[in-house]
């Protein structure tokens, strides 16, 4: 009598999908297939161009840079690399009505935050509100791990540099004081950098669980007070923190101020004359950058993006010639039908 062979525990369950015993289908691709097919794809593609095509240009943008580099320039005084708590204001006109919702943004050019040591500086421990991290940060973060021999939180590259200039609209008013635009900050950060990446310690008052630290060099103050006028947004919630954290793929960029939404302004900017003042804080001379602030307004597919809807009308046509070549080459070099 022969003994059975034991089966492998290993061995897996003798069913159809784990023995790959599943029916399959293949296609049988054909010209009068393939060629219609491409035909459709790039009616698609080309259709889908044209609308985020137009969409985009219907996007109104409107950009001031402020850097300082012309002496006429009203923010000339500020760029000196010396010059301390300096304020300039930018006068601007607008001709029709700015469509709202308006979003306005902060702009750099020539600034690589892609850099991977670069990005990489940062304790994601400390930034979670882990307090064991405030004492002994993460060596990512040198240099700015310690100075004057106490630990920086937050600490790193990316933090240290924290964009801090800010921004005040008014609406210049004949006869009258400039009227204050209000600029909603709320909310400008992504919903898992705030509720989920990025924690307060829990201890409260914040500002004793940052006791035997000391805030990063370039900062005029304490993470646990960004934001004098509202406590809850304060410490590494702190939403223009969270906007900063959120590293540039490119060079040249722009990160979200606040909004334009309240108010009389709720649908826009009404034709007139308005002056943006500007607490100038941020050096970029040393590295030949550039500053501006740029005014928005959004669609459905988002903001100004003309390349989006120019590579939809590319490869859209693309398709479209790909099927008219297919089809000479077909009607050229066909088979004869067999008997």
Avoid: H
């Avoid at 035997?212 to 370039?218: L, M, N, R, V």
């Avoid at 108010?263 to 002056?275: C, D, F, M, V």
Wanted: proline content about 7%.
């Amino acid at each position: 009598m022969v003994k059975e062979e034991e089966e492998s525990p290993n061995r897996p369950d003798n069913t159809a999908f784990t023995q790959q015993r599943l029916p399959a289908w293949q296609p049988m691709l054909s010209a009068g297939i393939v060629i219609p097919g491409f035909v459709v794809i790039g009616l698609v593609f080309i259709g889908i161009g044209v609308a985020l095509f137009v969409t985009s240009r219907s996007i109104t943008v409107l950009e001031i840079d402020y850097t300082g580099v012309d002496k006429d320039s009203p923010c000339f005084k500020c760029s000196d690399s010396d010059a301390k708590d300096c304020v300039c204001e930018v006068d601007f006109n607008i001709d029709t009505l700015f469509e709202g919702p308006l979003f306005l943004y902060y702009g750099l050019s020539n600034y690589f935050q892609n850099y991977r040591k670069y990005s990489a500086s940062k304790d994601l421990n400390q930034l979670s509100g882990d307090v064991a991290y405030f004492k002994e940060p993460s060596d990512d973060c040198y240099p700015y791990s310690y100075s004057l021999k106490k630990p920086i939180v937050p600490c790193g590259a990316i933090a240290n540099s924290m964009f801090n200039d800010t921004f005040k609209l008014y609406q210049i008013v004949k006869g009258a004081p400039n009227k204050p635009v209000a600029l909603d900050g709320k909310g400008i950060a992504w919903w898992t950098d705030y509720n989920v990446k990025f924690r307060n310690p829990s201890e409260n008052p914040l500002k004793n669980n940052f006791n035997g630290t000391i805030k990063p060099p370039f900062w005029p103050k304490p993470a646990y007070e960004l934001d004098p006028t509202d406590s809850a947004n304060n410490g590494f919630i702190n939403q223009d923190f969270l906007v900063w954290m959120r590293a540039a793929a490119l060079p040249n960029f722009r990160k979200l101020y606040r909004r334009i939404s309240e108010g009389e302004y709720e649908k826009g900017l009404p034709a007139g004359n308005y002056t943006l003042k500007i607490a100038y804080n941020y050096p970029v001379l040393k590295f030949d950058g550039r500053k501006m602030v740029v005014f928005s307004n959004v669609s459905w597919m988002g903001g100004k993006n003309e390349f989006l809807g120019i590579a939809y009308l590319v490869i859209g046509s693309l398709c479209v010639v790909m099927s008219v070549v297919m089809l000479i080459v077909y009607a050229k070099f066909k088979f004869p039908e067999e008997d």
